[in-house]
């Protein structure tokens, strides 16, 4: 009797399970897939993590000349009145914490806020018209799972609260030193007014024009209006985002004003307190739009200008003005461009 060839039978063939939504599973992790598909993305972001460290190196090395004056000045201070006005420097990123999370519903983890802020700081020292703060701002929340329309909303409600505050900071200033307060010479006249009013008016009549004539960019900018007018009635009902927002926008204008007084009282500024607060209020106000990276330059000759004018010696308010840019910028310049590198390293940027 004759045996039946034996056949080798093959082991069943592996079956891949389906995925939930009907995608087959992908053998690579997902990092890695990311990695193969995009190789140059690590290289991208370790680029990102040393590009602000580059930025203040070349900004330092090209004003090392006033960061010397100032260094040179602040030897002679009184390094009691130096450590307040480092310790209104501090609140002035806790203030902008507040200001940022009043500006948005949902609720931001404080520490992550503060360390954006205080990196904010440092890339608005390179980029001119604010647009450093605004970008790593925006950055923050559309990594807190926000959505970009609202977060863009955001900003321009907390672009619109922070003048607006710091307006009625110098209006109580008014009102509570009247006799006091040498703001006689700081006043706008009518020459000065007009052009501002033409300067409002231009503006409002160019935003119509391209809202009417630009259809492509009609959608989306009446878009983000409403998600902003949206934003703001939810917010201005809840009180505690209603004192957040604009307790820390006025109160990030006050801090700043305290340090410049503290740095005159170090060096002996001949001008009393509420007259240094108003000076750098309405110097602020005056000129703070115009497109410098954190104000320095047109600012600064604002404020030396003010504290000239309420009667300080030209060179006393020139050295007042520099040991202030010391305090709020160059100091914390370092630091906040680490913060910032690791911040984007830690992918919260």
Request: hydrophobic share 55%.
């Amino acid at each position: 009797m004759s045996s039946l060839p034996i056949v080798p039978i093959a082991p069943p063939a592996p079956t891949v399970q389906p995925h939930p939504q009907g995608i087959p599973d992908c053998p690579l992790s997902l990092p890695a897939a990311r990695s193969r598909r995009f190789p140059g993305a690590r290289h991208a972001r370790r680029v990102l993590c040393v590009l602000p460290l580059l930025l203040i190196g070349v900004w330092a090395a090209d004003n090392w000349r006033v960061l010397h004056d100032g260094a040179r000045q602040l030897t002679t201070a009184d390094p009691g009145w130096l450590a307040i006005g480092g310790a209104f420097t501090l609140l002035c990123w806790v203030s902008a914490a507040f200001a940022r999370q009043g500006a948005i519903p949902e609720r931001l983890p404080p520490g992550l806020l503060l360390a954006s802020q205080f990196a904010a700081g440092a890339a608005n020292n390179v980029l001119p018209a604010g647009l450093g703060a605004h970008a790593v701002t925006l950055r923050f929340l559309t990594g807190r799972g926000i959505p970009l329309a609202r977060a863009t909303a955001s900003l321009a409600l907390y672009s619109l609260v922070k003048p607006v505050a710091k307006l009625l900071v110098i209006l109580a200033l008014l009102a509570t030193f009247p006799t006091s307060l040498g703001a006689t010479d700081l006043l706008p006249g009518k020459g000065t007014l007009i052009p501002i009013a033409v300067g409002v008016t231009a503006t409002a009549v160019a935003v119509t024009l391209i809202l009417s004539l630009v259809r492509p960019l009609r959608r989306p900018l009446l878009d983000g209006l409403r998600t902003a007018l949206t934003d703001a009635r939810r917010l201005h009902k809840r009180p505690v985002r209603v004192a957040a927002l604009w307790g820390g926008s006025a109160g990030f204008s006050l801090c700043q004003a305290a340090v410049l007084a503290c740095v005159g009282a170090s060096l002996g500024l001949p001008v009393p307190w509420p007259d240094v607060l108003f000076a750098y209020l309405a110097a602020s106000a005056a000129v703070g739009a115009v497109p410098a990276p954190a104000g320095i330059g047109p600012v600064d000759a604002a404020l030396v200008f003010a504290l000239a004018a309420l009667g300080a010696p030209l060179s006393l308010a020139a050295a007042t003005v520099v040991g202030f840019r010391v305090l709020t910028v160059w100091l914390p310049l370092l630091p906040g461009a680490l913060v910032l590198s690791l911040l984007v390293r830690n992918k919260v940027l």
